[in-house]
């Protein structure tokens, strides 16, 4: 029997995707070989390869200005890329603090080059605030502004993007890239790793306006600089070839949904149940002001903090699982990622009422 | 039908694995998840990265005085990597160049510091040739020495390795790990993409011996210092998890075929069998010298090689692919990875004769 799964990432996957990867195993379309022992340069992987950037492409509008690239590393590999990508010129950037990712992002890049705290969401509360932009103090002349537009452990989802002009956006979207649509010609540079809404760990997403591709470290190395990775359609190292497989039949399977239109609204739809469920009473708890609430992931801790792991074991009985919250916030974690259906945020809001009854 | 692949990377995988990988796809063990879908810092995922990191130590007999850690970035990463890693007192280092994997070690490693070339087996062949390490010329205190045990495009292995005493030895064995023993003692630093012998791309297998894992240099990312990555149990970012996952069904399966000796014991009988059939005449021509053959990557070439589409044709018609050589060399090339079985490498060898038949 399947679970519902509210991991945080690596997280829940669609059903079909994974039969269909389970019937193609061992052999894709009569090609007589798995995807995994495919050459990256055969031409086989490179329509496999193909059609996942043309899907992606299409489902989050990424204009011609923009880049596609399927790179390493993950989001964390990423806070040391992008300033080594950016900095060749201008070796410094100005931060957006939102929660733990961008706090990483922010410290990473001090390797690099000078950082400039723009904005902090930090209050008593730990970080439960998305600054407005009428907030931010930026910095004179900076490389790039970076924000996390989704901060996975905190919870927190900034929605108002504001345009900075000549200023490079550089966005870490790691736990929301497809969860609705985005106007991407805002950003510079906009990533994510794989493990949430795309696919599985291994990949990572950087869509990258054509004109910040000149502007690298020399210190930045040949496989992780996005010019060399671009010239070389992503094959300048072999690329994970079954995360990008299972990227594209994510992709396709977006699309069968009927897009980013029809995620957002089932994700609004989703989460809207599950805040409610919490803001109904004074049982269970969420920090993060309304307007910064992350569709995605959903922290949520009960009044009594020693009932904890009563709730947790309770909810894995039901098949409601990796629902622990990230150790550095505690209390607890729904992730509800596209793949997560509303079928399986019902089943955690009974779960969550009857837990509360039993309790109370 | 499955066919015979020859593909220098990714590569044939074990039908075995195939199939399990297949079966457990939507429900692990009874998880109820998909490996795809596990938390790595979870229970169940846990399991099989300390599992698949047991079996490669028993296989590979990893002395306790290294470490095992898994990267993203592949082998073209670690070529910035390794110097990232270890120039952080001494920013210099030798090369033993034998093809185009340490020639692009060599050219990434100028990045970090300075480069000093002991040796090179380039004749007017190409690369034919492992030089011995009487012909080695190290530099007076280099950081390492950067070797590439077995080069895929040109096919050419280094089976003498030298035990270098203080100086660490850094090699480069991508394409052969795991398809034999090896000292593992000798080397400071063991490297390889897992797309030949280990499992998929997205997973590179780095060991390391513990006191080189304080030498990085201050722009070192954190998720590719292997000292972080060390003390995090390879979990500083999220690891590639499903990449792991079928590292360690590989590492079941070749703990089943006897280990490394029985399968070095098959390797050697398959290449055998390849390099009697290219040297019975001289039809076919394989240009590296007898003690530097490759028992992976065996390139070879038409006398005429105006015939080489039809040769390729002809193979492909009977289910023998990925024959075509690295375009930088031409010709032909069979890469005969551990789970490439000799059956396959008997339907290759009939296939030469017949065709060599034909054409005479």
Same mark, same amino acid.
């Given at each position: 029997?399947?679970?519902?799964? $509210?991991?945080?990432?690596?997280?829940?996957?669609?059903?079909?995707?994974?039969?269909?990867?389970? &019937?193609?195993?061992?052999?894709? +379309?009569?090609?007589?070989?798995?995807?995994?022992?495919?050459?990256?340069?055969?031409?086989?992987?490179?329509?496999? /390869?193909?059609?996942?950037?043309? &899907?992606?492409?299409?489902?989050?509008?990424?204009?011609?200005? /923009?880049?596609?690239?399927?790179?390493?590393?993950?989001?964390?590999?990423?806070?040391?890329?992008?300033?080594?990508?950016?900095?060749?010129?201008?070796?410094?950037?100005?931060?957006?603090?939102?929660?733990?990712?961008?706090?990483?992002? #922010?410290?990473?890049?001090?390797?690099?080059?000078?950082? +400039?705290?723009?904005?902090?969401?930090?209050?008593?509360?730990? #970080?439960?605030?998305?600054?407005? /932009?009428?907030?931010?103090?930026?910095?004179?002349?900076?490389?790039?502004?970076?924000?996390?537009?989704?901060?996975?452990?905190?919870?927190?989802?900034?929605? &108002?993007?504001?345009?900075?002009?000549?200023?490079?956006?550089?966005?870490?979207?790691?736990? /929301?890239?497809?969860?609705?649509?985005?106007?991407?010609?805002?950003?510079?540079?906009? $990533?994510?790793?794989?493990?949430?809404?795309?696919?599985?760990?291994?990949?990572?997403?950087?869509?990258?306006?054509?004109?910040?591709?000149?502007?690298?470290?020399?210190?930045?190395?040949?496989?992780?600089?996005?010019?060399?990775?671009?010239?070389?359609?992503?094959?300048?190292?072999?690329?994970?070839?079954?995360?990008?497989?299972?990227?594209?039949?994510?992709?396709?399977?977006?699309?069968?949904?009927?897009?980013?239109?029809?995620?957002?609204?089932?994700?609004?739809?989703?989460?809207?149940?599950?805040?409610?469920?919490?803001?109904?009473?004074? #049982?269970?708890?969420?920090?993060?002001?309304?307007?910064?609430?992350?569709?995605?992931?959903?922290?949520?801790?009960?009044?009594?903090?020693?009932?904890?792991?009563?709730?947790?074991?309770?909810?894995?009985?039901?098949?409601?699982?990796?629902?622990?919250? +990230?150790?550095?916030?505690?209390?607890?974690?729904?992730?509800?990622?596209?793949?997560?259906?509303?079928?399986?945020?019902?089943?955690?809001?009974?779960?969550?009422?009857? #837990?509360?009854?039993?309790?109370?």
């Amino acid at each position: 029997m399947r679970v519902f799964n $509210f991991s945080a990432g690596p997280a829940a996957l669609p059903e079909e995707v994974l039969r269909q990867a389970a &019937d193609e195993m061992l052999d894709w +379309h009569g090609s007589g070989m798995s995807v995994m022992e495919m050459s990256h340069r055969g031409k086989e992987f490179m329509s496999i /390869h193909e059609e996942a950037l043309v &899907d992606l492409r299409e489902l989050l509008a990424v204009p011609s200005s /923009h880049q596609i690239l399927f790179l390493q590393g993950g989001g964390l590999g990423e806070n040391a890329i992008v300033p080594m990508n950016l900095f060749g010129t201008k070796p410094r950037a100005d931060f957006v603090l939102t929660g733990s990712w961008s706090q990483k992002s #922010f410290n990473e890049a001090k390797k690099y080059g000078t950082v +400039h705290l723009a904005a902090s969401g930090q209050t008593a509360d730990g #970080f439960t605030r998305a600054p407005a /932009h009428a907030e931010w103090q930026l910095s004179a002349d900076p490389a790039y502004v970076h924000l996390c537009t989704n901060e996975t452990i905190h919870g927190v989802e900034t929605f &108002d993007i504001p345009d900075l002009g000549d200023i490079p956006l550089v966005a870490d979207a790691s736990s /929301h890239l497809l969860s609705r649509p985005m106007d991407v010609a805002k950003y510079g540079v906009l $990533f994510g790793g794989a493990q949430k809404n795309i696919g599985i760990a291994g990949v990572t997403v950087v869509i990258v306006r054509e004109d910040l591709l000149d502007r690298a470290m020399s210190v930045c190395p040949s496989a992780f600089e996005w010019k060399t990775v671009a010239l070389n359609n992503s094959m300048y190292n072999t690329p994970p070839t079954y995360a990008i497989y299972i990227a594209g039949l994510v992709f396709k399977w977006l699309k069968k949904q009927g897009g980013l239109r029809a995620i957002e609204a089932r994700n609004v739809e989703k989460a809207k149940l599950l805040y409610d469920t919490i803001d109904a009473g004074s #049982f269970y708890k969420n920090k993060v002001e309304r307007g910064a609430r992350s569709r995605m992931n959903i922290p949520f801790f009960l009044a009594d903090e020693s009932r904890n792991d009563d709730f947790l074991a309770g909810a894995k009985a039901r098949g409601l699982v990796q629902l622990k919250g +990230h150790k550095s916030v505690g209390g607890m974690r729904a992730s509800i990622y596209n793949a997560v259906a509303l079928d399986g945020v019902k089943a955690l809001v009974e779960y969550m009422k009857e #837990f509360e009854r039993r309790g109370a």
